[in-house]
DNA sequence: TTGAATTTTCAAAATATTTTGAAAGGAATG
DNA sequence: CATTCCTTTCAAAATATTTTGAAAATTCAA
């Protein structure tokens, strides 16, 4: 396989995965470029190598700095913007980590507790609170181990659990 | 908070936050809907209780029992299947996380193998064979994560690698 | 200021996904 | 068997999401 033909297949594939995570093809597609780019990328390279419009490779690429996961360069005399994605990718994992415990976890478990409020009298609602009560178990599991992500700034805590479960 | 409206809250939120999972709205309601049902439920309850077409039913209910989220029950006397959900949340827990390894972690580690044999001559080359190595040992974490959670059929070691990180 | 270069916005178009419902398929009953 | 009851299938319709592209907004240099 050549240089160009894995490229393609990364970003290809790249963009298939996401799009089973709720991200779109064209947001992955433009991380995986910036992420195996050399250097820095004007908006026009981008909409060039991925045959997208101008509209779509702005918007997604205001998402993908909402999400921390590429920045903004101003080079001296140019006046086009240039991007470049965070290359360490334990960064990256941290990132996304944070971001979905925010938007997925959070909500869920205020929900939860908003649910386990409801009175016991039938054994209709008994089943529904042993239901939530486990939920909340599973929940706080999910929500440990995005926090272990967030929270590893060294690696050896992540070697030490690596090493037990393997 | 009455039982009905938590009932109702929780399907709803259920299937909403499904669709950011890559989940159809139908298939998480029906599962939540099961999952708080004391008894088994015929395809007409839930058709009626989720407003949904016999089709969308037959097929998600298909769904959810390929992912070993719900079982079939075949009541004697009764020509019409009853459907019940597995109640154990960690076992939901470990079946969801075990399809989701197959489905999107395997996948991408053959690709990531793959790429990883190009030849490493122009820096852009190079660059890429970093990026490659690193999302290997990002995927390799979440292998190892996703296995504990597999593994665990105690919750001995989860409790540990929690106490650890909490 | 003005105007050229560039980015952002957003309604409409394109595409993808989900849902429906009716027809076809199966299985139990008499 | 024929009939009834129930389930599955799948093309078409409905919905939801993504993408486009041109107009509006912004930025910078002169």
Redesign the interface.
């Known amino acids: 396989?050549?240089?160009d033909e894995?490229?393609d297949?990364?970003i290809h594939?790249w963009g298939t995965?996401a799009?089973?995570?709720?991200i779109n093809r064209s947001m992955a597609q433009l991380h995986a470029l910036l992420?195996?780019?050399?250097e820095s990328l004007a908006t026009e390279d981008i909409m060039e190598q991925l045959q997208i419009s101008r509209g779509n490779a702005s918007m997604n690429l205001r998402d993908l700095m909402d999400w921390g996961l590429i920045y903004k360069q101003l080079k001296p005399g140019e006046r086009r913007e240039f991007f470049y994605a965070e290359?360490?990718?334990?960064k990256?994992?941290r990132q996304v980590a944070k971001e979905r415990r925010r938007?997925?976890i959070t909500?869920?478990v205020e929900?939860l507790n908003?649910?386990k409020?409801?009175?016991p009298?039938?054994?209709?609602?008994q089943?529904?609170l042993?239901?939530?009560a486990?939920?909340g178990?599973?929940v706080?599991?999910a929500d440990?181990?995005l926090?272990?992500?967030i929270?590893a700034e060294e690696n050896w805590?992540?070697g030490?659990?690596?090493k037990?479960?393997?």
Do not use: C, H, Y
């Open positions: 396989m050549t240089f894995a490229k297949k990364f594939t995965l799009s089973q995570w709720g992420l195996i780019a050399p290359k360490d990718i334990w990256v994992a938007r997925e909500p869920v929900v908003e649910l409020a409801i009175p009298d039938t054994p209709e609602a089943e529904f042993r239901v939530i486990g939920l178990n599973v706080g599991f440990s181990t926090n272990a992500v929270k805590l992540m030490q659990f690596l037990v479960f393997r």
